[in-house]
């Protein structure tokens, strides 16, 4: 795995176009440091904390606003309709949208992005990210990689599929709370094609069918302070964000970017 973090000290040694030397595969994994300011960081704690009151969901430990797409059953559309366009009116009434279009214009020129704005044209989500909540003591995210996820919800993926390269979506991370913790999110240096199968929280299977611990799969241990933004090969790497301990829940912001076939574009979404 090819990770890249990028400080102030070696900015001038990062490529003209990040996501295109995640895109070339010189890199799986990109850090950049300080990408949002400290103002900025705060103005997304304020709209977040102005749409939590709002019922939202609650899983075991994991609050999301909207709740994922690609995990949702048929029975939950109208909630998730809700859920999104209290989401969406918020980040409007911001400049959210537009400092993203902007600060991710200047770490990849070559692309253009388009913010999902859920007329349904690319994409069936409502979307182009999402704010998450996971609970003191309770809340982490098992081992996943966004392949995993393409037989939850079909009709999304099929219909998306016929638009963008769904193997390869990129996802984006903010961290905005961050509770006491030497991990932010563990990335293993291991692919979707080369382990495929999850047997619970704490196993994977080889194509051998030899049962693998997690804990036994070599990984980087990304830490992101306040503004870092932290950009990787999502779909096929496999990866979690551990339990942690402190007096504050874990929140955090991000989506997933995935090209258009045959262009230039970045299609963002969650
Ligand atoms: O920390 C988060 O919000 C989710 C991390 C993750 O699994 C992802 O960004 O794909
Ligand atoms: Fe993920």
Redesign the pocket.
Known sequence: MNLLDIDIQNVHDAPDSLLESIHNGSYDVVIKRNFFSKEECRQLVNLYNNIRSDAFTVYDGYKAIPRPFDKIGATDHSIYEHEASIYTGTLNASLINEIFLKKMKSISPDYEFILNDGSGKISKSKTWS?F?E?ELNKGY?EI?C?RLFQDWNKEFFNFFSGKADIDNQL???I?LQRPETDC??EIFDLKWDDVNVKIDKDNLKTKEGKLLPVVSIPSEKIILNEGDV?I?D?GNYW???PPFTGDMP?I?????MTRLYNSKQVFVWF
């Open positions: 999402s998450r996971l995210f996943h966004g996802a984006f991370l961290v932010d999110l932290l990787f999502e990866h979690l964000v874990r955090s912001f991000g989506g997933f």
